[in-house]
Antibody, heavy 118, light 112 residues
């Protein structure tokens, strides 16, 4: 059973780069036809899809964040990562990683709270 | 982007009673492959969202049969035939016919 776990700093200063890693266990990140996605949720608000990476390394990003987002994969570590540059308080949220088929997200990581504050 | 609109914002339901949530999309979710890419997720308190229903009406593995989904085109409904205490949380619809994936604003279900 595949499980995902997010990790990274819980506090980032404004204008800096947010960096998170998602570690996949219980299966190889390279096997199967899966996308590996990032989704975020500001406190008390809804869900926003950030982007995804395919096992081949191809990526898709939400146009609203595209200029600031980079998603990469490290198959040797069975991990994929999110970098979000030039953060502001509006980027404060719980960040989830998730495996997806072409269309659905399952499973999800437990999520990690990132606060942008000086 | 496709806008997903859910109603109501919240529901307070007596255990054993039914509940219904509506989701409307700003564009048809019917793909040329014949499938309709509308999904329902439940986010229980303190947990990540979990998949309930895929492609409008298909229950995901382990989802009780009291949950059912219906609809077509741009109008969709999630129904719980008899609400139980474990069903509390926020329900989200999501479209996956187009990037970026977009979610409804959520419907909070609580028990009376």
């Amino acid at each position: 059973q595949v499980q995902l776990q997010e990790s990274g700093p819980g506090l980032v200063k404004p204008s800096q780069t947010l960096s998170l890693t998602c570690t996949v266990s219980g299966g190889s990140i390279s096997s199967g036809s899966y996308y590996w996605s990032w989704i975020r949720q500001p406190a008390g608000k809804g869900l926003e899809w950030i982007g995804r990476i395919y096992t081949s390394g191809s990526t898709n990003y939400n146009p609203s964040l595209k200029s600031r987002v980079t998603i990469s994969v490290d198959t040797s570590k069975n991990q994929f990562s999110l970098k979000l540059s030039s953060v502001t308080a509006a980027d404060t949220a719980v960040y989830y990683c998730a495996r997806s088929t072409t269309h659905r997200f399952d499973p999800w990581g437990q999520g990690t709270l990132v606060t942008v504050s000086s | 982007d496709i806008v997903m609109t859910q109603t109501p914002l919240s529901l307070s339901v007596t255990p054993g009673q039914p509940a219904s949530i509506s989701c409307k999309s700003s564009q048809s979710l019917l793909h040329s492959d014949g499938k309709t890419y509308l999904y329902w997720y439940l986010q229980k308190p303190g947990q990540p969202p979990q998949l309930l229903i895929y492609e409008v009406s298909n229950r995901f593995s382990g989802v009780p049969d009291r949950f059912s989904g219906s609809g077509s085109g741009t109008d969709f409904t999630l129904k719980i035939s008899r609400v139980e205490a474990e069903d509390v949380g926020v329900y989200y619809c999501m479209q996956s016919i187009q990037l970026p994936r977009t979610f409804g604003g959520g419907t909070k279900v609580e028990i009376k």
